[in-house]
């Protein structure tokens, strides 16, 4: 009896997705085009290897927040993963401000980001391979969502430990998450709503987009080992430098911050959001803080601010 090969499949002219994406304008080698439409190859060095940079930045009521210190990161990470650009700052920031400007949003999360490419004979020499730009804008995004800016976080501390910054450069912002990934299931099993994760010397580290800050007496510090200078932690110094507020960059070990008077997080995705409860421990009262609340107030209202913010101009 003749056995009967199994039919081989034909190979389809272009690939159909019908996954659902959010509404928005991605840009990628010269087009605008819907999010369902953005797409990168699987050879992709990004993709594969993570071997990647990128930064995000907000808009709000129709203006970027501090575009100029993203672009700043931006760049600084592309130069020192040796990765060249197609196009010069001004050229980017105009193609953020079209992204913004052509999906209507006037409250964006907006992600610009440099992959090494690929090569195109699947070469394994990173020199090889053909970098590439590319960026989009969605809808607004928050770690918090407006019960929890309410009432507060509960955060749980994981074992997780961070990649130690001798492996990879914090200040590069880059998509080596899996520790993060992990700290979040780990907070997740034991029933609260984002995680914290450590250094190498078991100190908090950050979370998986934010970092962390505490309030003790009036005083406020922040992890200064192993973590990304993030540009919303930054704004919580600049913001404390004006209203007189004492601000530092120290270890903070489990105990500290489960024994602070106030504590929340900061992140280009929800701003200044608070803590109040961290594994079993409620946080001072259990409550929002003052000074988590002032802060949180003077950094909406500097949204508005020419002199922190840029306007996007819609068709």
Not at 53 to 80: M, Q
Not at 91 to 105: D, F, P, Q, Y
Not at 233 to 246: P, W
Request: charged share 25%.
């Amino acid at each position: 009896m003749t056995q009967l090969l199994p039919a081989i499949p034909s190979v389809d002219e272009r690939y159909f997705d019908q996954r659902r994406y959010p509404d928005g304008v991605a840009f990628m080698d010269g087009q605008y085009l819907p999010m369902s439409e953005a797409k990168i190859s699987v050879l992709d060095w990004g993709f594969l290897h993570s071997d990647a940079t990128y930064d995000t930045v907000h808009v709000w009521n129709g203006r970027f927040f501090r575009l100029d210190l993203h672009l700043d990161r931006f760049f600084g990470g592309v130069e020192r993963l040796r990765m060249k650009l197609p196009y010069d700052r001004e050229k980017i920031e105009s193609i953020l401000t079209n992204c913004v400007a052509l999906s209507g949003h006037k409250s964006a999360y907006v992600e610009m980001i440099c992959t090494r490419g690929s090569s195109p004979t699947f070469s394994r020499d990173p020199r090889q391979a053909e970098n590439r730009f590319m960026a989009f804008a969605v809808p607004f995004g928050s770690v918090a969502n407006k019960e929890q800016l309410e009432r507060g976080l509960h955060v749980a501390i994981s074992e997780t430990v961070r990649i130690p910054p001798k492996s990879i450069d914090p200040s590069i912002k880059n998509y080596h998450w899996l520790d993060l990934v992990k700290g979040l299931f780990d907070a997740y099993d034991r029933g609260a709503e984002t995680a914290l994760i450590v250094d190498t010397h078991g100190h908090i580290a950050e979370g998986p987009g934010f970092n962390v800050f505490v309030v003790k007496d009036g005083f406020l510090g922040t992890p200064a080992f192993g973590v990304l200078p993030g540009i919303t932690r930054r704004t919580v110094f600049d913001l404390c430098a004006e209203i007189g507020l004492s601000a530092t960059a120290a270890d903070i070990s489990r105990a500290k911050i489960k024994e602070a008077d106030e504590v929340f997080i900061t992140s280009t995705a929800g701003g200044i959001m608070p803590v109040t409860r961290i594994d079993d421990t409620a946080i001072a009262n259990g409550l929002v803080g003052s000074v988590t609340r002032r802060l949180m107030d003077l950094y909406w209202q500097k949204h508005d601010d020419p002199a922190w913010s840029t306007a996007v101009f819609y068709p």
